[in-house]
C-alpha cells in the first residue's frame, strides 16, 4: 500500500478544492482531520481529507492544505468553519491532533513520512502489507 500526502497549498482558495475532493469522492472518505502546530510564533492549522485507498492499486491518498490557516480556537476563521461545515454534511467528525510543525524538518517529505506513522499508529491509516 502506497500512502501519500497530496499537497494543494497552504489553505487560502485551494480550501475550496479540498472541500470538493471530500464531497465527490464521498463513498471513499476515510477522514477529515485538523493538525494544529506553531510556525514562527503563530498558531497554525493543516486540514486533511483522507480517502480509502483505491482497488486495485492501493493507493491511499491524503490531501493537506498546509500550515496556512489561523488556528480556530484563538482566531476563528471562515476557512476552518467551511471545514466544520463539511464535516456535518458528510456525516464525519473532524480528527484533530497536535503535531510538530514542519519547519522542524529539513524535508517536507520527511515531515510527511513523520506523520503517516503517527497516523498509522494511532490506527487512522492502515498499516505496511
Known amino acids: 500500500m502506497i ?3 497530496i499537497e494543494l497549498g497552504e489553505g487560502y482558495s485551494d480550501i475550496y478544492e479540498l472541500l470538493e475532493i471530500a464531497r ?7 477522514h477529515l482531520m485538523a493538525f494544529h502546530t506553531v510556525v514562527n510564533g503563530n498558531e497554525v492549522t493543516s486540514l486533511v481529507v483522507v480517502l480509502h485507498p483505491t482497488s486495485p492499486g492501493d493507493f491511499q491518498p491524503l490531501y493537506i492544505c498546509r500550515e496556512g490557516i489561523p488556528y480556530p480556537y484563538t482566531k476563528p476563521n471562515k476557512r476552518f468553519d467551511l471545514f466544520k461545515e463539511l464535516a456535518r454534511e458528510l456525516n464525519k467528525e473532524i480528527i484533530e491532533m497536535n ?7 529539513a524535508e517536507k517529505e520527511l515531515y510527511y513520512q513523520h506523520l503517516i506513522g503517527i497516523l498509522r499508529m ?3 491509516l492502515p498499516p505496511l502489507q
Request: aromatic share 16%.
Open 3 to 5: 500512502q501519500r500526502f
Open 122 to 124: 494511532n490506527k487512522y
Open 24 to 30: 465527490r469522492n464521498q463513498h471513499r472518505l476515510a
Open 99 to 105: 503535531v510538530k510543525p514542519s519547519t522542524m524538518f
